[in-house]
């Protein structure tokens, strides 16, 4: 009486080999550890941003422009994620997934606060 309805998802999208500057995209173990490497970088340059007007809005560019590399590193994890095992993907990058949303939010709260500063 009731058929059951299977769903689904075909990743049959051709995405492009090169970036748009010509460069090849990088895989999903290299996206990882660039993710890690530039969140080494972050933390350990945040506590040198002063306290000065120009250099906070410094410091706040540089974590917007931070904060959506790695945003964009991970997306590209997750679209290269079958280019190594799955134990291993996971293990590598469930750090990256839990860091995902906080990323989100630091990106959103600077923003906020150039703007209030700026305006």
Do not use: H, W
């Not at 090169?18 to 550890?33: A, D, N, T, V, Y």
């Not at 997306?75 to 079958?82: E, G, V």
């Amino acid at each position: 009486m009731f058929q059951k309805i299977k769903m689904k998802f075909y990743s049959n999208i051709k995405l492009p080999q090169k970036s748009i500057f010509g460069f090849k995209i990088l895989s999903s173990l290299q996206s990882s550890l660039s993710c890690y490497l530039l969140l080494l970088i972050g933390r350990l340059l945040n506590p040198y941003f002063g306290i000065e007007d120009l250099q906070i809005i410094t410091g706040s560019l540089f974590n917007i422009i931070l904060n959506t590399s790695i945003v964009i590193l991970i997306f590209n994890i997750i679209l290269k994620r079958k280019q190594i095992k799955i134990f291993y993907f996971y293990l590598l990058n469930s750090f990256l997934f839990l860091y995902l949303p906080i990323a989100f939010y630091l990106i959103f709260r600077y923003l906020m606060f150039l703007i209030f500063k700026l305006f």
